[in-house]
């Protein structure tokens, strides 16, 4: 009787940790977004611009749309997959447009100021996530329009689709991070602030990765 009643409370322990976690990211994704608005003050110059919108594709946009499908942490937790798929859609195309705004505007501040692009590993890291956002969004398509998906399973295209994703995912946040290893940030906060920065994008980063791997685990259990 007591081993039951244990056993009961370790899925329930490990689900408030999963809720708790889940929040977290909500709070810290956000947060971090208003951070680097206070920070950067979008639209004081050209470059403000890209730091923002670049934060607020892969801090927010990216992080909510994979959220949705948290069973422990969704918004829209009560609402049908199809639903959450759409919205998922609207927002990772929130990011891809805000990743683009941003790459244009630092782009164009180098050209006018006369500065080498993508020289750093912040430039070139950031440049490849963005391609592979792109890759990415275009490879979703049968997932939306089912009668591209000849002769694969729709099953086996959500598993690419979210393997590929926490890739594209892991590649935003490493970005964001060099992003704030940067000259321009490193001058603008103080020690704490910058730890307390970077903990944002590394923590959010675990939980989506736990929520995805889970997810993953889960079907395998219940396909063998």
């Not at 956002?133 to 009668?147: E, F, I, K, R, T």
């Not at 940030?185 to 736990?210: E, G, K, Q």
Request: proline share 3%; glycine share 6%.
């Amino acid at each position: 009787m007591g081993q039951n009643k244990e056993s009961e409370c370790e899925p329930r322990i490990y689900g408030y940790g999963r809720t708790a976690s889940a929040v977290l990211a909500h709070f810290l994704c956000t947060a971090f977004t208003a951070f680097m608005a206070l920070t950067c003050r979008p639209g004081s110059s050209l470059f403000s611009w890209h730091p923002f919108l670049m934060t607020l594709a892969f801090s927010f946009f990216m992080t909510e749309a994979i959220l949705l499908f948290s069973p422990h942490g969704s918004l829209i937790k009560r609402f049908s997959h199809k639903t959450k798929g759409r919205v998922h859609w609207i927002l990772q195309g929130l990011c891809a447009s805000s990743a683009v705004l941003g790459l244009s505007a630092i782009s164009y501040n180098k050209y006018v100021n006369d500065k080498a692009h993508f020289s750093s590993w912040h430039g070139l890291l950031g440049l490849l996530t963005l391609c592979v956002v792109g890759l990415q969004s275009v490879a979703a398509l049968p997932l939306v329009y089912h009668s591209l998906a000849k002769g694969w399973s729709l099953a086996k295209l959500k598993r690419y689709h979210a393997a590929s994703g926490l890739v594209t995912y892991l590649l935003g946040s490493v970005s964001l991070l060099l992003g704030l290893c940067s000259a321009w940030f490193t001058a603008s906060v103080r020690d704490y602030a910058w730890y307390l920065a970077a903990l944002c994008p590394a923590f959010s980063a675990l939980v989506i990765m736990s929520q995805v791997t889970s997810a993953y685990m889960a079907k395998k259990r219940l396909q063998s």
